[in-house]
Every structure is written in structure tokens, then in C-alpha cells.
């Protein structure tokens, strides 16, 4: 009697999965194509992206050895690769452009590329902290002190990477505006941190003692 129920029950089942395939198969197997290609598609996208990214490193890395041949070819060169590169790489491209101009004395023109990178959303925050405190640094001698010292507020945050170069460059654009007990101030404070450089906390204990004379 067991085994007719068992069949029966069979039967139930094989007729009602029967019933289901025939209303829903076709989205069932839609859906399953679907995964797929979905996850087909995503490796694919993923060994293009990483091709991409090689190819394109590999063209960095041919047009900063243009700069062998002189700067004003590295410049060319590497200016040309940052107009349809990656951002990151796009903003590496400008990074060096930029020190090549400086090797020319051209640090007028440094300092737009430097503002170009940092105006860049794309790029990411770290690059365009960075390209701000470049930038001010290309100014530094003669451009006003309270407008570049509020550029370098931000990057003076604890949290920046770019901290302690940016509270040593606010120290000396305060000594080139004339107030010397403020950059006497954040030169102790610097000449204080263990977590800074051991380079920064030199020059800025030479230059605390130095105004602290004054």
C-alpha cells in the first residue's frame, strides 16, 4: 500500500514540475543565460580593464623615456599620452611634465599643470592634495602668503598624508608675511613630532631656534 502512495505522490510531483516548466520555463532559462553571460561578461570586462591598464603603463613608461631625448620632448610626450590616458595614470603623465618644467625654469607653467590635476575630479583626493601642495610650493617666493596658506589649510588635517610638508610650508609663507612668532610656533611644533620626517623635524628645530632669536 506504501509503494502506491509513493507513486501516486511520485506522479503528483512530476505533473506539477511538468505545470511549472511549461508556464515559467522560458523565464527560468532566460534567467540562466542571463547569469552566464552576466558573469562571462564580467571576467571579460575585467581582463579588458587589466589589459587596458598595462598597455597604458607601458605607454607612461615610453613617454617618460621621452624625456631622454630632452624636456621639451618628455614634456610633448608625456602631455600627449595624459589627453586619453586612465585619470591616475593621466595625473602620473602630469606629475612628471611638470618636473621637467621646473628643470627648465618654468615654474610659472609647473604650477598650472599642478592646479590642473588638483581641479581634476577624476583624479584621486591623494594626487590632488598633492598637485595643491606642489603648486604652492612653485608660488612660494612670490605669491600672496594668506591666499596660499588657505590652500594648505586642508592638507595641514592630521588625516592628510601631505601634513607635515604642509605645515612646513605654511611655517615659512608665515615668516614671509612677517610673522615670525607664528612660524616659530609651527616650526617647535613640527621640530616636536616624532611622527614627522626626521628631515622636517630638523630644518624646522633649526629655524624654531632661529626666530626664537629673533
Given at each position: 500500500m506504501s509503494d502506491i502512495f509513493r507513486e501516486v505522490d511520485e506522479d503528483l510531483r512530476r505533473d506539477r514540475a511538468e505545470h511549472l516548466f511549461k508556464k515559467y520555463g522560458g523565464a527560468m532559462i532566460a534567467a540562466a543565460v542571463l547569469v552566464v553571460a552576466g558573469t562571462g561578461g564580467y571576467s571579460f570586462w575585467r581582463h579588458w580593464q587589466a589589459q587596458k591598464k598595462q598597455e597604458q603603463t607601458a605607454a607612461l613608461v615610453t613617454a617618460i623615456s621621452q624625456s631622454g631625448q630632452g624636456p621639451e620632448k618628455g614634456v610633448d610626450a608625456l602631455a600627449a599620452f595624459a589627453g586619453s590616458a586612465d585619470p591616475s595614470l593621466a595625473a602620473i603623465a602630469q606629475f612628471n611634465a611638470?618636473?621637467?618644467?621646473?628643470?627648465?625654469?618654468?615654474?610659472?607653467?609647473?604650477?598650472?599643470?599642478?592646479?590642473?590635476?588638483?581641479?581634476?575630479?577624476?583624479?584621486?583626493a591623494q594626487y590632488r592634495d598633492l598637485a595643491t601642495l606642489m603648486g604652492v610650493m612653485q608660488r612660494a617666493d612670490g605669491g600672496d602668503p594668506a591666499q596660499l596658506t588657505a590652500k594648505l589649510q586642508p592638507l595641514t588635517a592630521d588625516t592628510s598624508p601631505w601634513r607635515f610638508s604642509a605645515r612646513e610650508l605654511t611655517a615659512m609663507l608665515a615668516a614671509r608675511a612677517g610673522d615670525t612668532e607664528k612660524a616659530r610656533t609651527l616650526y617647535k611644533q613640527l621640530a616636536d613630532d616624532q611622527q614627522a620626517p626626521s628631515g622636517v623635524r630638523g630644518r624646522a628645530a633649526d629655524l624654531a631656534s632661529l626666530y626664537g632669536k629673533g
Open positions: 611638470a618636473a621637467l618644467m621646473i628643470r627648465q625654469g618654468k615654474g610659472a607653467d609647473a604650477a598650472t599643470v599642478y592646479d590642473g590635476i588638483a581641479g581634476n575630479a577624476s583624479v584621486p
